[in-house]
């Protein structure tokens, strides 16, 4: 009896080892390793050249554009605000003039530079700010009241166009502005401006595209046979006296990749 419960014990054994044995299987691992997403960024820059009555700022000084045509030649040598190289902005001006009379004139190209993406781009400018501070005697009679608003704004106007980087409004380059042209105390009051959207085109990454931006301090001609711009200062009155303006800009940019519906922001988004 010994025995044969020996035998089966022993077949018992020699069977599981045989069950453990049939669990081996050929076997092989793939493994793909560091797997990475890494998300884009989206980087506008701006960079601008100023001209006034004839001379540009460059290198932190006025000089003069063409010998003996500029209105201020007193002005050549000094320093001067509204020129810069491509960069994101932190204080920078386009425009920073003291002593504007009326009948002058003058104009910022401002380049816009897409280095990482396609790009949707608007222009927002605000915090308009037209201040009276002091009331001479000429600005009375001329009608002035003193009130807290200067006449500045409304005296001094602006065109807008797409420019090629040349700084001269040629044929086709578009006008910006839906009225063409128009006073600061309009065009610059609160105002978003689409440059670049669905409906129009896409700022491509590794683009450069210019805005030029004239002002006259007076009546301000906009032919669009000829593409010339005059300013006429004969008709502004003392009421502009002492004034200051100043406003803020922005320009504020989207991807526009996988962004069909994309809309400029508000103009409270700004403020």
Known sequence: M????????TL?????????ATNAFFSDTETSTGNTFVAGNLDLQVDSTAHYAGLTCTEGVWVEDVTDQSSRPDLIGDPCDGTWPAQDLTSEKFF???????????????SL?????????CAAIYNLDNAENTVEPTETSDGDTGGPDGELASQVNFFAWADDGDNVWETGEAPLFSNVF???????NGVVYPLFTPNTVQLAEGDTENVGLYWCYGALTVDQNTHTLT??????????????LTADMSFFAEQSRNNADFTCPDITTFQ
Request: net charge negative; hydrophobic share 35%; glycine share 10%.
């Open 12 to 20: 018992a054994l020699v069977v599981g080892a045989t069950v453990v």
């Open 113 to 121: 530079h897409a280095n990482s993406n396609d790009q949707y781009v």
């Open 182 to 188: 128009g006073p600061a105390s309009d065009v610059l």
């Open 96 to 110: 920073n003039l003291s002593d504007i009379k009326p009948g002058d004139f003058g104009e910022d190209t401002i």
């Open 231 to 244: 300013c006429d200062g004969s008709n502004v009155d003392n009421t502009g006296q002492t004034d200051s």
């Open 2 to 9: 010994k025995k044969i419960l020996a035998s089966i014990l």
